[in-house]
Structure formats: C-alpha cells, structure tokens
C-alpha cells in the first residue's frame, strides 16, 4: 500500500506539473512583440484614429444637403378679408417656398477628399510609429524578465555550490577538521544567497507581470532564455542608414505630414472663392401663384480665407522644419546606436575568458580547501570573486543585448521582426 501510494502520488505530481508547464506561455522575443501588436490595450485604443480618420473621408465626399425653406404671412384684421371668407382661406395668406442647394467652386469638394486621404496615410504612419515605440518597451521589459532569470540561474549554481559544501563542513567540524568559525562563515555565506535567491524570485514575478501588460494577457507568462533574438542587421552603417531613411516609421509619417500641408494649401485656397446657393421659389400670393429662381453668393470684400490660406503655408513650413529635424535625429541616433552595438559586442568578447579563468580558480582553491591546502577566507574570496565576475558578465551581455534592441529600434527594423 505504500509503495502504491508513492507511486501514484508522484504520478499526480507529474501531472500536475506538466498542466502548470502548459498553463503557463514561454515567449521568444519575436513571440513577445507579434502578441503585442495584436493584445496591447494601448495600440488597441490608437486603431480607431484610423477608423477616425477613414469616416472623415465619409464626410469630405458628401454633397451639400438641398435647403427647403417655407415662408407663409397670414392676413390677421378680419375687416381686410375678402368677403364671405373666412380667416384659413387661401386669399388670406401669401405661402413661400424656395428649394436651394449650395455650389462648391473651385475644386473644394475634390481638395476636401484629398485632405482627408492624405490625413489617413498620416495617421496609419502615426500608428506605425506607435507600434515601433511599444515594441522597444516590450523588447526592454522582456530583456528584463531574461537578465532577472539570467541572475537567478547564477545565484542557484553559487547557493548550491555553498550549500554543499555547508554540509561538507558540518561533518568536518564533528570530525573536528575544522573550527567553528569556519562553518559559521560558510553558513553565513549559504544564508546571503537564499536572500537574495528570494529577491530574485520576486524579482522576476514583478518583471513578468509588468511584461504580461505590456502583451495585454492574463496568463500566467515567462520567456525563453535560450532566444538569442539575432536579427539580420545591414553590414555597415552606411546601409542601415539609407534603408531606415526609406523605412522608419517617424520619417515616413513626417513625409506624410508634409503631404497633407500639400493638400490643405489648395484646399484653403479653393475656399477663398464664395459659394453660391442657387435654387428655386414657388410663391403662391392670395391664391395667385408665383414661379421664380433663386441665387445668393456672398461677395469676397472682406473674407477672402486669408487667415486660413496663410496659416496652412505655417503648417507646410512646420511640417517640414519636423521632417529636417527627424531626418537629423535618425542619423544621431543610429550613429549612437551602431557605435554602441560594436563596443558592448567587443566587451562580451573580452569578458568570455575572464568568465572561464574565474570558474577554474574557483574549482582549484575550492579542491585546496577540502584538502587542506588553503584557508577558508581564500576559498570564500574565490567564491565572492567568481560570482561577481558571472554577474558582471551577465551585465555586460545585458548591455550588448539593450544595444542590439536600440539599434533595431532606431533603424525601425523592431517593427520588421514584429511581423
């Protein structure tokens, strides 16, 4: 009855475990932003500007609404009545009726079309450009979630590699090999490390759940550290620079921007010529009818859109003193980038064989100690020393890693892998 019980307890263990494993979403990079795009909450609320934008092209292709207009006058002193007719006959009032319809001139309703086409190609750049920033909070917080795990994956190897030696030296210290001291200070170092293992733990939850927002899911998430994220990045500087300045999503929305000061230039031209509204008027007058045309236009003496026709000239002007200042910003920020990127690669590099001559220190001081050979202080160094060198490792692939995700960020290619 034991043996079935233990076995049918680890069974459900097992079980238990893989429905935890599948409840809960392992995210490459790549897996991370093409969730993004499609759950965050943020984007979600930026889409209907798009849908805005398309009903203002609805509005911009009506036609003026015919004007019905009704005028009755009723005769009201009895005494001027016709005789015998009383005061709801049809020779006791004069009825107006006029139907009239505006005239847009000039090209209005054409230039209005295509303002409002040319403000949709801005606001879907908008929207791109949106993505783009939302994707590099995204690769940032799943970076985050990776180097916390990364930090924890290092304090499990240190603390285990402690604890087991905190058992070794407990059974020395009864064989009397070793003093007190010396166990209390392994025992010391054992509990420093499931400190901060806990912090670490926490430190995770508190990224995963801030990264699971920024996806726009409930589940429980974590990611996959084994995900290099390498993306195809142009050879040279030169290349990243001419294709972003075809491709990133703030030059092309500055461009469209310009387009649209384009439009709105011959659009407020256009409306400096009046609108006439024509129409016509049937009047019957005491029964006696009346048939006649009607025409307005209002005369340009004094309003001739003067303010708006120089105002849309500012916003060209503004638009493209944006464009310069964009295109300026992508070349500083790519430059920075690209420099950057080269440099934390090199320091990986560099760090590789530090990381490796610092585990085989430690191995050989640790040997040393257990036979005898060298105190508890060096070996407790070559622990301390060896850690700190895994973390400042894991530092600097953090950084290489940040400045692989700014220059796709700054190139635009962050959208690219999106997809």
């Known amino acids: 009855m034991t043996f079935l019980f233990k076995h049918t307890f680890l069974i459900f263990c097992s079980l238990l475990l893989c429905s935890v494993a599948k409840a809960q979403s392992s995210y490459t990079l790549q897996q991370a932003l093409q969730t993004a795009r499609v759950n965050n909450a943020a984007l979600k609320t930026e889409q209907f500007n798009i849908g805005i934008a398309q009903a203002d092209i609805i509005t911009a292709r009506l036609r003026p609404n015919l004007v019905l207009n009704n005028q009755t006058l009723q005769l009201i002193q009895p005494a001027q009545f016709p005789a015998n007719t009383p005061w709801n006959n049809g020779q006791n009032r004069q009825v107006w009726w006029q139907l009239t319809k505006s005239i847009q001139l000039a090209g209005q309703r054409k230039y209005k079309i295509d303002v409002a086409n040319k403000q949709l190609a801005f606001t879907e750049k908008n929207y791109t450009e949106t993505e783009r920033n939302l994707f590099a909070d995204v690769a940032a917080k799943w970076l985050e979630v990776w180097t916390a795990k990364k930090q924890l994956d290092i304090l499990t190897i240190a603390k285990a590699n402690i604890d087991s030696l905190v058992m070794t030296n407990q059974n020395r210290y009864k064989n009397q090999v070793i003093t007190q001291t010396e166990l209390y200070r392994t025992e010391l170092l054992s509990k420093q490390y499931a400190v901060q293992y806990k912090t670490a733990l926490q430190e995770i939850s508190n990224r995963q759940k801030e990264l699971s927002f920024l996806l726009g899911t409930r589940d429980s998430i974590s990611i996959d550290t084994e995900d290099d994220f390498l993306f195809r990045i142009p050879p040279n500087i030169d290349s990243l620079l001419t294709q972003s300045l075809k ?7 500055a461009q469209s921007l310009i387009e649209v000061a384009n439009s709105n230039i011959k659009l407020q031209k256009s409306l400096a010529y009046p609108q006439p509204e024509l129409g016509l008027i049937y009047n019957p007058q005491n029964t006696i009818p009346y048939f006649g045309i009607y025409a307005t236009i209002d005369l340009p003496f004094f309003d001739r859109n003067q303010g708006e026709i120089k105002k849309s000239f500012l916003l060209k002007e503004q638009a493209e003193q944006h464009f310069h200042k964009t295109q300026s910003q992508l070349q500083t920020e790519i430059t920075t980038a690209y420099a950057s990127y080269q440099l934390q690669q090199q320091n990986v590099h560099n760090f590789q064989p530090v990381v490796q001559q610092s585990q085989t220190i430690l191995n050989h001081v640790k ?5 005898g050979g060298t105190t508890i202080i060096d070996f407790l160094e070559a622990q301390r020393s060896w850690l700190e060198t895994q973390q400042q490792y894991y530092d600097a692939l953090q950084q290489y890693r940040q400045s692989y995700i700014q220059l ?9 892998l999106a997809k």
């Open 367 to 371: 040997y040393a100690y257990l036979k």
């Open 408 to 416: 796709l960020y700054t190139t635009g290619l962050i959208n690219q």
């Open 247 to 253: 491709t990133r999503s703030d030059i092309l929305s």
